[in-house]
């Protein structure tokens, strides 16, 4: 009897969370990824990848419309607005290749970049597909709908 009711309550909080823990939908306008959607492991290089050691070596704060604000070691020229919600986010050395599987931490922050307050924003990274030196960085409102947002993502090795 216990043991029914333990997986009925797991049950339900699962049936009552689940959407709300579940990603929001990808926007269609911009595509991180190859053409076709087919994507292909993107594993470091043999004896490449470094341990990570939790020090923030490139910062970037980056305006909604996908200028650069201020930054450590952020590449302003490869630095861009993609879509409604879609940026990269591009670094110079000691940045060149900014991927996950070299050993990347990636830490992205809604933030107004002055005073004041901001409505529910969600923003969240991935490897840039094609670019080595950046982030793909996507906001979301709280509609789960894309938004434009201003954020500070910094990188740490």
């Known amino acids: 009897m216990l043991r029914t009711r333990f997986a009925y309550l797991l049950l339900s909080s699962a049936l009552i969370c689940g959407p ?3 990603a929001p939908p990808a926007p269609a306008a911009a595509v991180n990824g190859p053409p076709g959607g ?8 043999a004896g490449s990848a470094s341990s990570n050691h939790g020090h923030f070596v490139c910062t970037a704060a ?3 419309n996908g200028s650069v604000y201020s930054g450590e070691y952020v590449n302003g020229g490869q630095t861009m607005h ?3 919600g879609q940026y990269q ?12 599987a070299l050993g990347w931490f990636r830490v992205v922050q809604p933030d107004t970049l002055t005073i004041g307050t ?9 490897d840039r597909y ?11 409102g709280q509609n789960g709908q894309p938004m434009d947002a201003s954020f500070t993502l910094s990188v740490s090795r």
């Open 20 to 22: 709300a823990l579940s």
């Open 38 to 45: 087919m994507l292909k492991a993107m594993a470091a290089p």
């Open 62 to 64: 980056i305006h909604s």
């Open 82 to 84: 993609l879509a409604t």
């Open 89 to 100: 986010v591009a670094f110079n050395a000691p940045c060149p290749d900014v991927r996950i």
């Open 118 to 126: 901001l409505p529910a924003v969600t923003c969240i990274t991935a």
């Open 130 to 140: 094609g670019v080595a030196s950046a982030v793909w960085v996507e906001c979301y």
